[in-house]
């Protein structure tokens, strides 16, 4: 998805001049959260401090956060602060981004040599501590709300981090494997969605209601979001992923589609527990055949099924919101995050 992509995808009717204008506002709006970002990240007499910190916001990306900002500010009076808001919940991802690329080793992003691979693991996450150092800045301009959610949201993100890295199966008997993955994909994915639709309406002065049904349809919607890349990472080539394929095997992370595959009776799962049950997956061979046993196992469709179920949930929030085009988009949204793990 990118910005010339929005009116097609997410559900806007070009024909309906409501929804057409809507669309050519969220264009702007985004066009000027890039030129914010660069700006932004930018640091005066440190060429390669600023190189590195604008690497992956040149490389592009969904941004769909920055978009649920600007979403969730079309439900009060439309202001400036609303385009800060877009951009803090894009540094913050950004930074994230920057430290799992570390944690996992990973060579590429968004179809770009990784900055980890780049400049090394130390400078790698530096330049986070530094985009992270961007967000706060940009995020005290907008007041304590701003600052307040952002803190919490970014505790949701470590927290979310190191249940990840303690993996479903060390979970000291706290969570089952299946509570402590959606655990994860609340904290790690869903959280920054949510923020980025309370952010925007919250300076928009868009009422309370509207703030908290946008929070938790952001929830909802963000853990839709992560199981369809779950899925994708099984399903998809490097080339449609922008990353390389498989990186949660590599990683030793088991996600939703493998806790299914790993309940299936066949034998497809006693070969996959052989596999995966020693933690990362590094050898090439072993990398290719639990991938096919995944793409076989019904496991990815019980897990999309899982996807579509929250993102029906997330609809039903969105139809409650007041009738508008920007209601109409968060419809649209439910319908393309989970049919692009398909």
Request: charged share 20%; hydrophobic share 45%.
């Amino acid at each position: 998805m990118n910005t010339t992509t929005i009116v097609t995808e997410l559900g806007l009717d070009p024909a309906d001049e409501r929804h057409a204008a809507f669309a050519a506002e969220l264009r702007t709006g985004l066009a000027e959260v890039e030129d914010r970002l660069q700006e932004v990240l930018h640091n005066p007499g440190y060429p390669e401090l600023t190189e590195a910190a604008t690497h992956l916001v040149r490389a592009g990306g969904k941004r769909l956060r920055p978009l649920m900002a600007l979403t969730g500010a079309a439900f009060g009076t439309r202001s400036d602060a609303a385009v800060s808001a877009a951009v803090i919940v894009e540094l913050v991802h950004v930074a994230t981004l920057y430290h799992d690329d570390v944690m996992d080793e990973a060579p590429i992003r968004h179809g770009v040599a990784s900055a980890n691979s780049l400049w090394g693991n130390k400078k790698a996450i530096l330049i986070g501590d530094y985009v992270l150092a961007c967000a706060a800045r940009v995020g005290a301009e907008l007041g304590d709300y701003a600052l307040r959610l952002q803190a919490k949201t970014f505790s949701r993100l470590v927290r979310g981090q190191f249940l990840e890295t303690t993996g479903p199966f060390e979970d000291c008997g706290k969570h089952a494997p299946y509570e402590h993955h959606i655990q994860v994909m609340a904290d790690k994915s869903a959280s920054l969605i949510a923020m980025a639709g309370r952010l925007g309406a919250q300076v928009s002065g868009a009422d309370e209601r509207i703030i908290e049904t946008l929070g938790h349809y952001g929830e909802l919607i963000g853990v839709a979001f992560q199981i369809s890349d779950d899925v994708l990472d099984i399903s998809a080539s490097t080339t449609d992923l922008g990353k390389s394929a498989g990186t949660d095997l590599r990683e030793g992370i088991v996600t939703l589609p493998m806790l299914h595959a790993l309940d299936d009776p066949g034998p497809g799962a006693a070969r996959l527990r052989e596999i995966i049950g020693h933690g990362p997956v590094s050898d090439p061979a072993s990398l290719d055949e639990a991938l096919e046993i995944l793409r076989a196992a019904p496991g990815t469709e019980r897990a999309l099924a899982e996807a579509h179920s929250y993102a029906a949930k997330a609809l039903d929030l969105a139809l409650s919101l007041p009738e508008c085009p920007a209601r109409a988009l968060l419809a649209g949204l439910t319908a393309f995050v989970v049919d692009r793990g398909q």
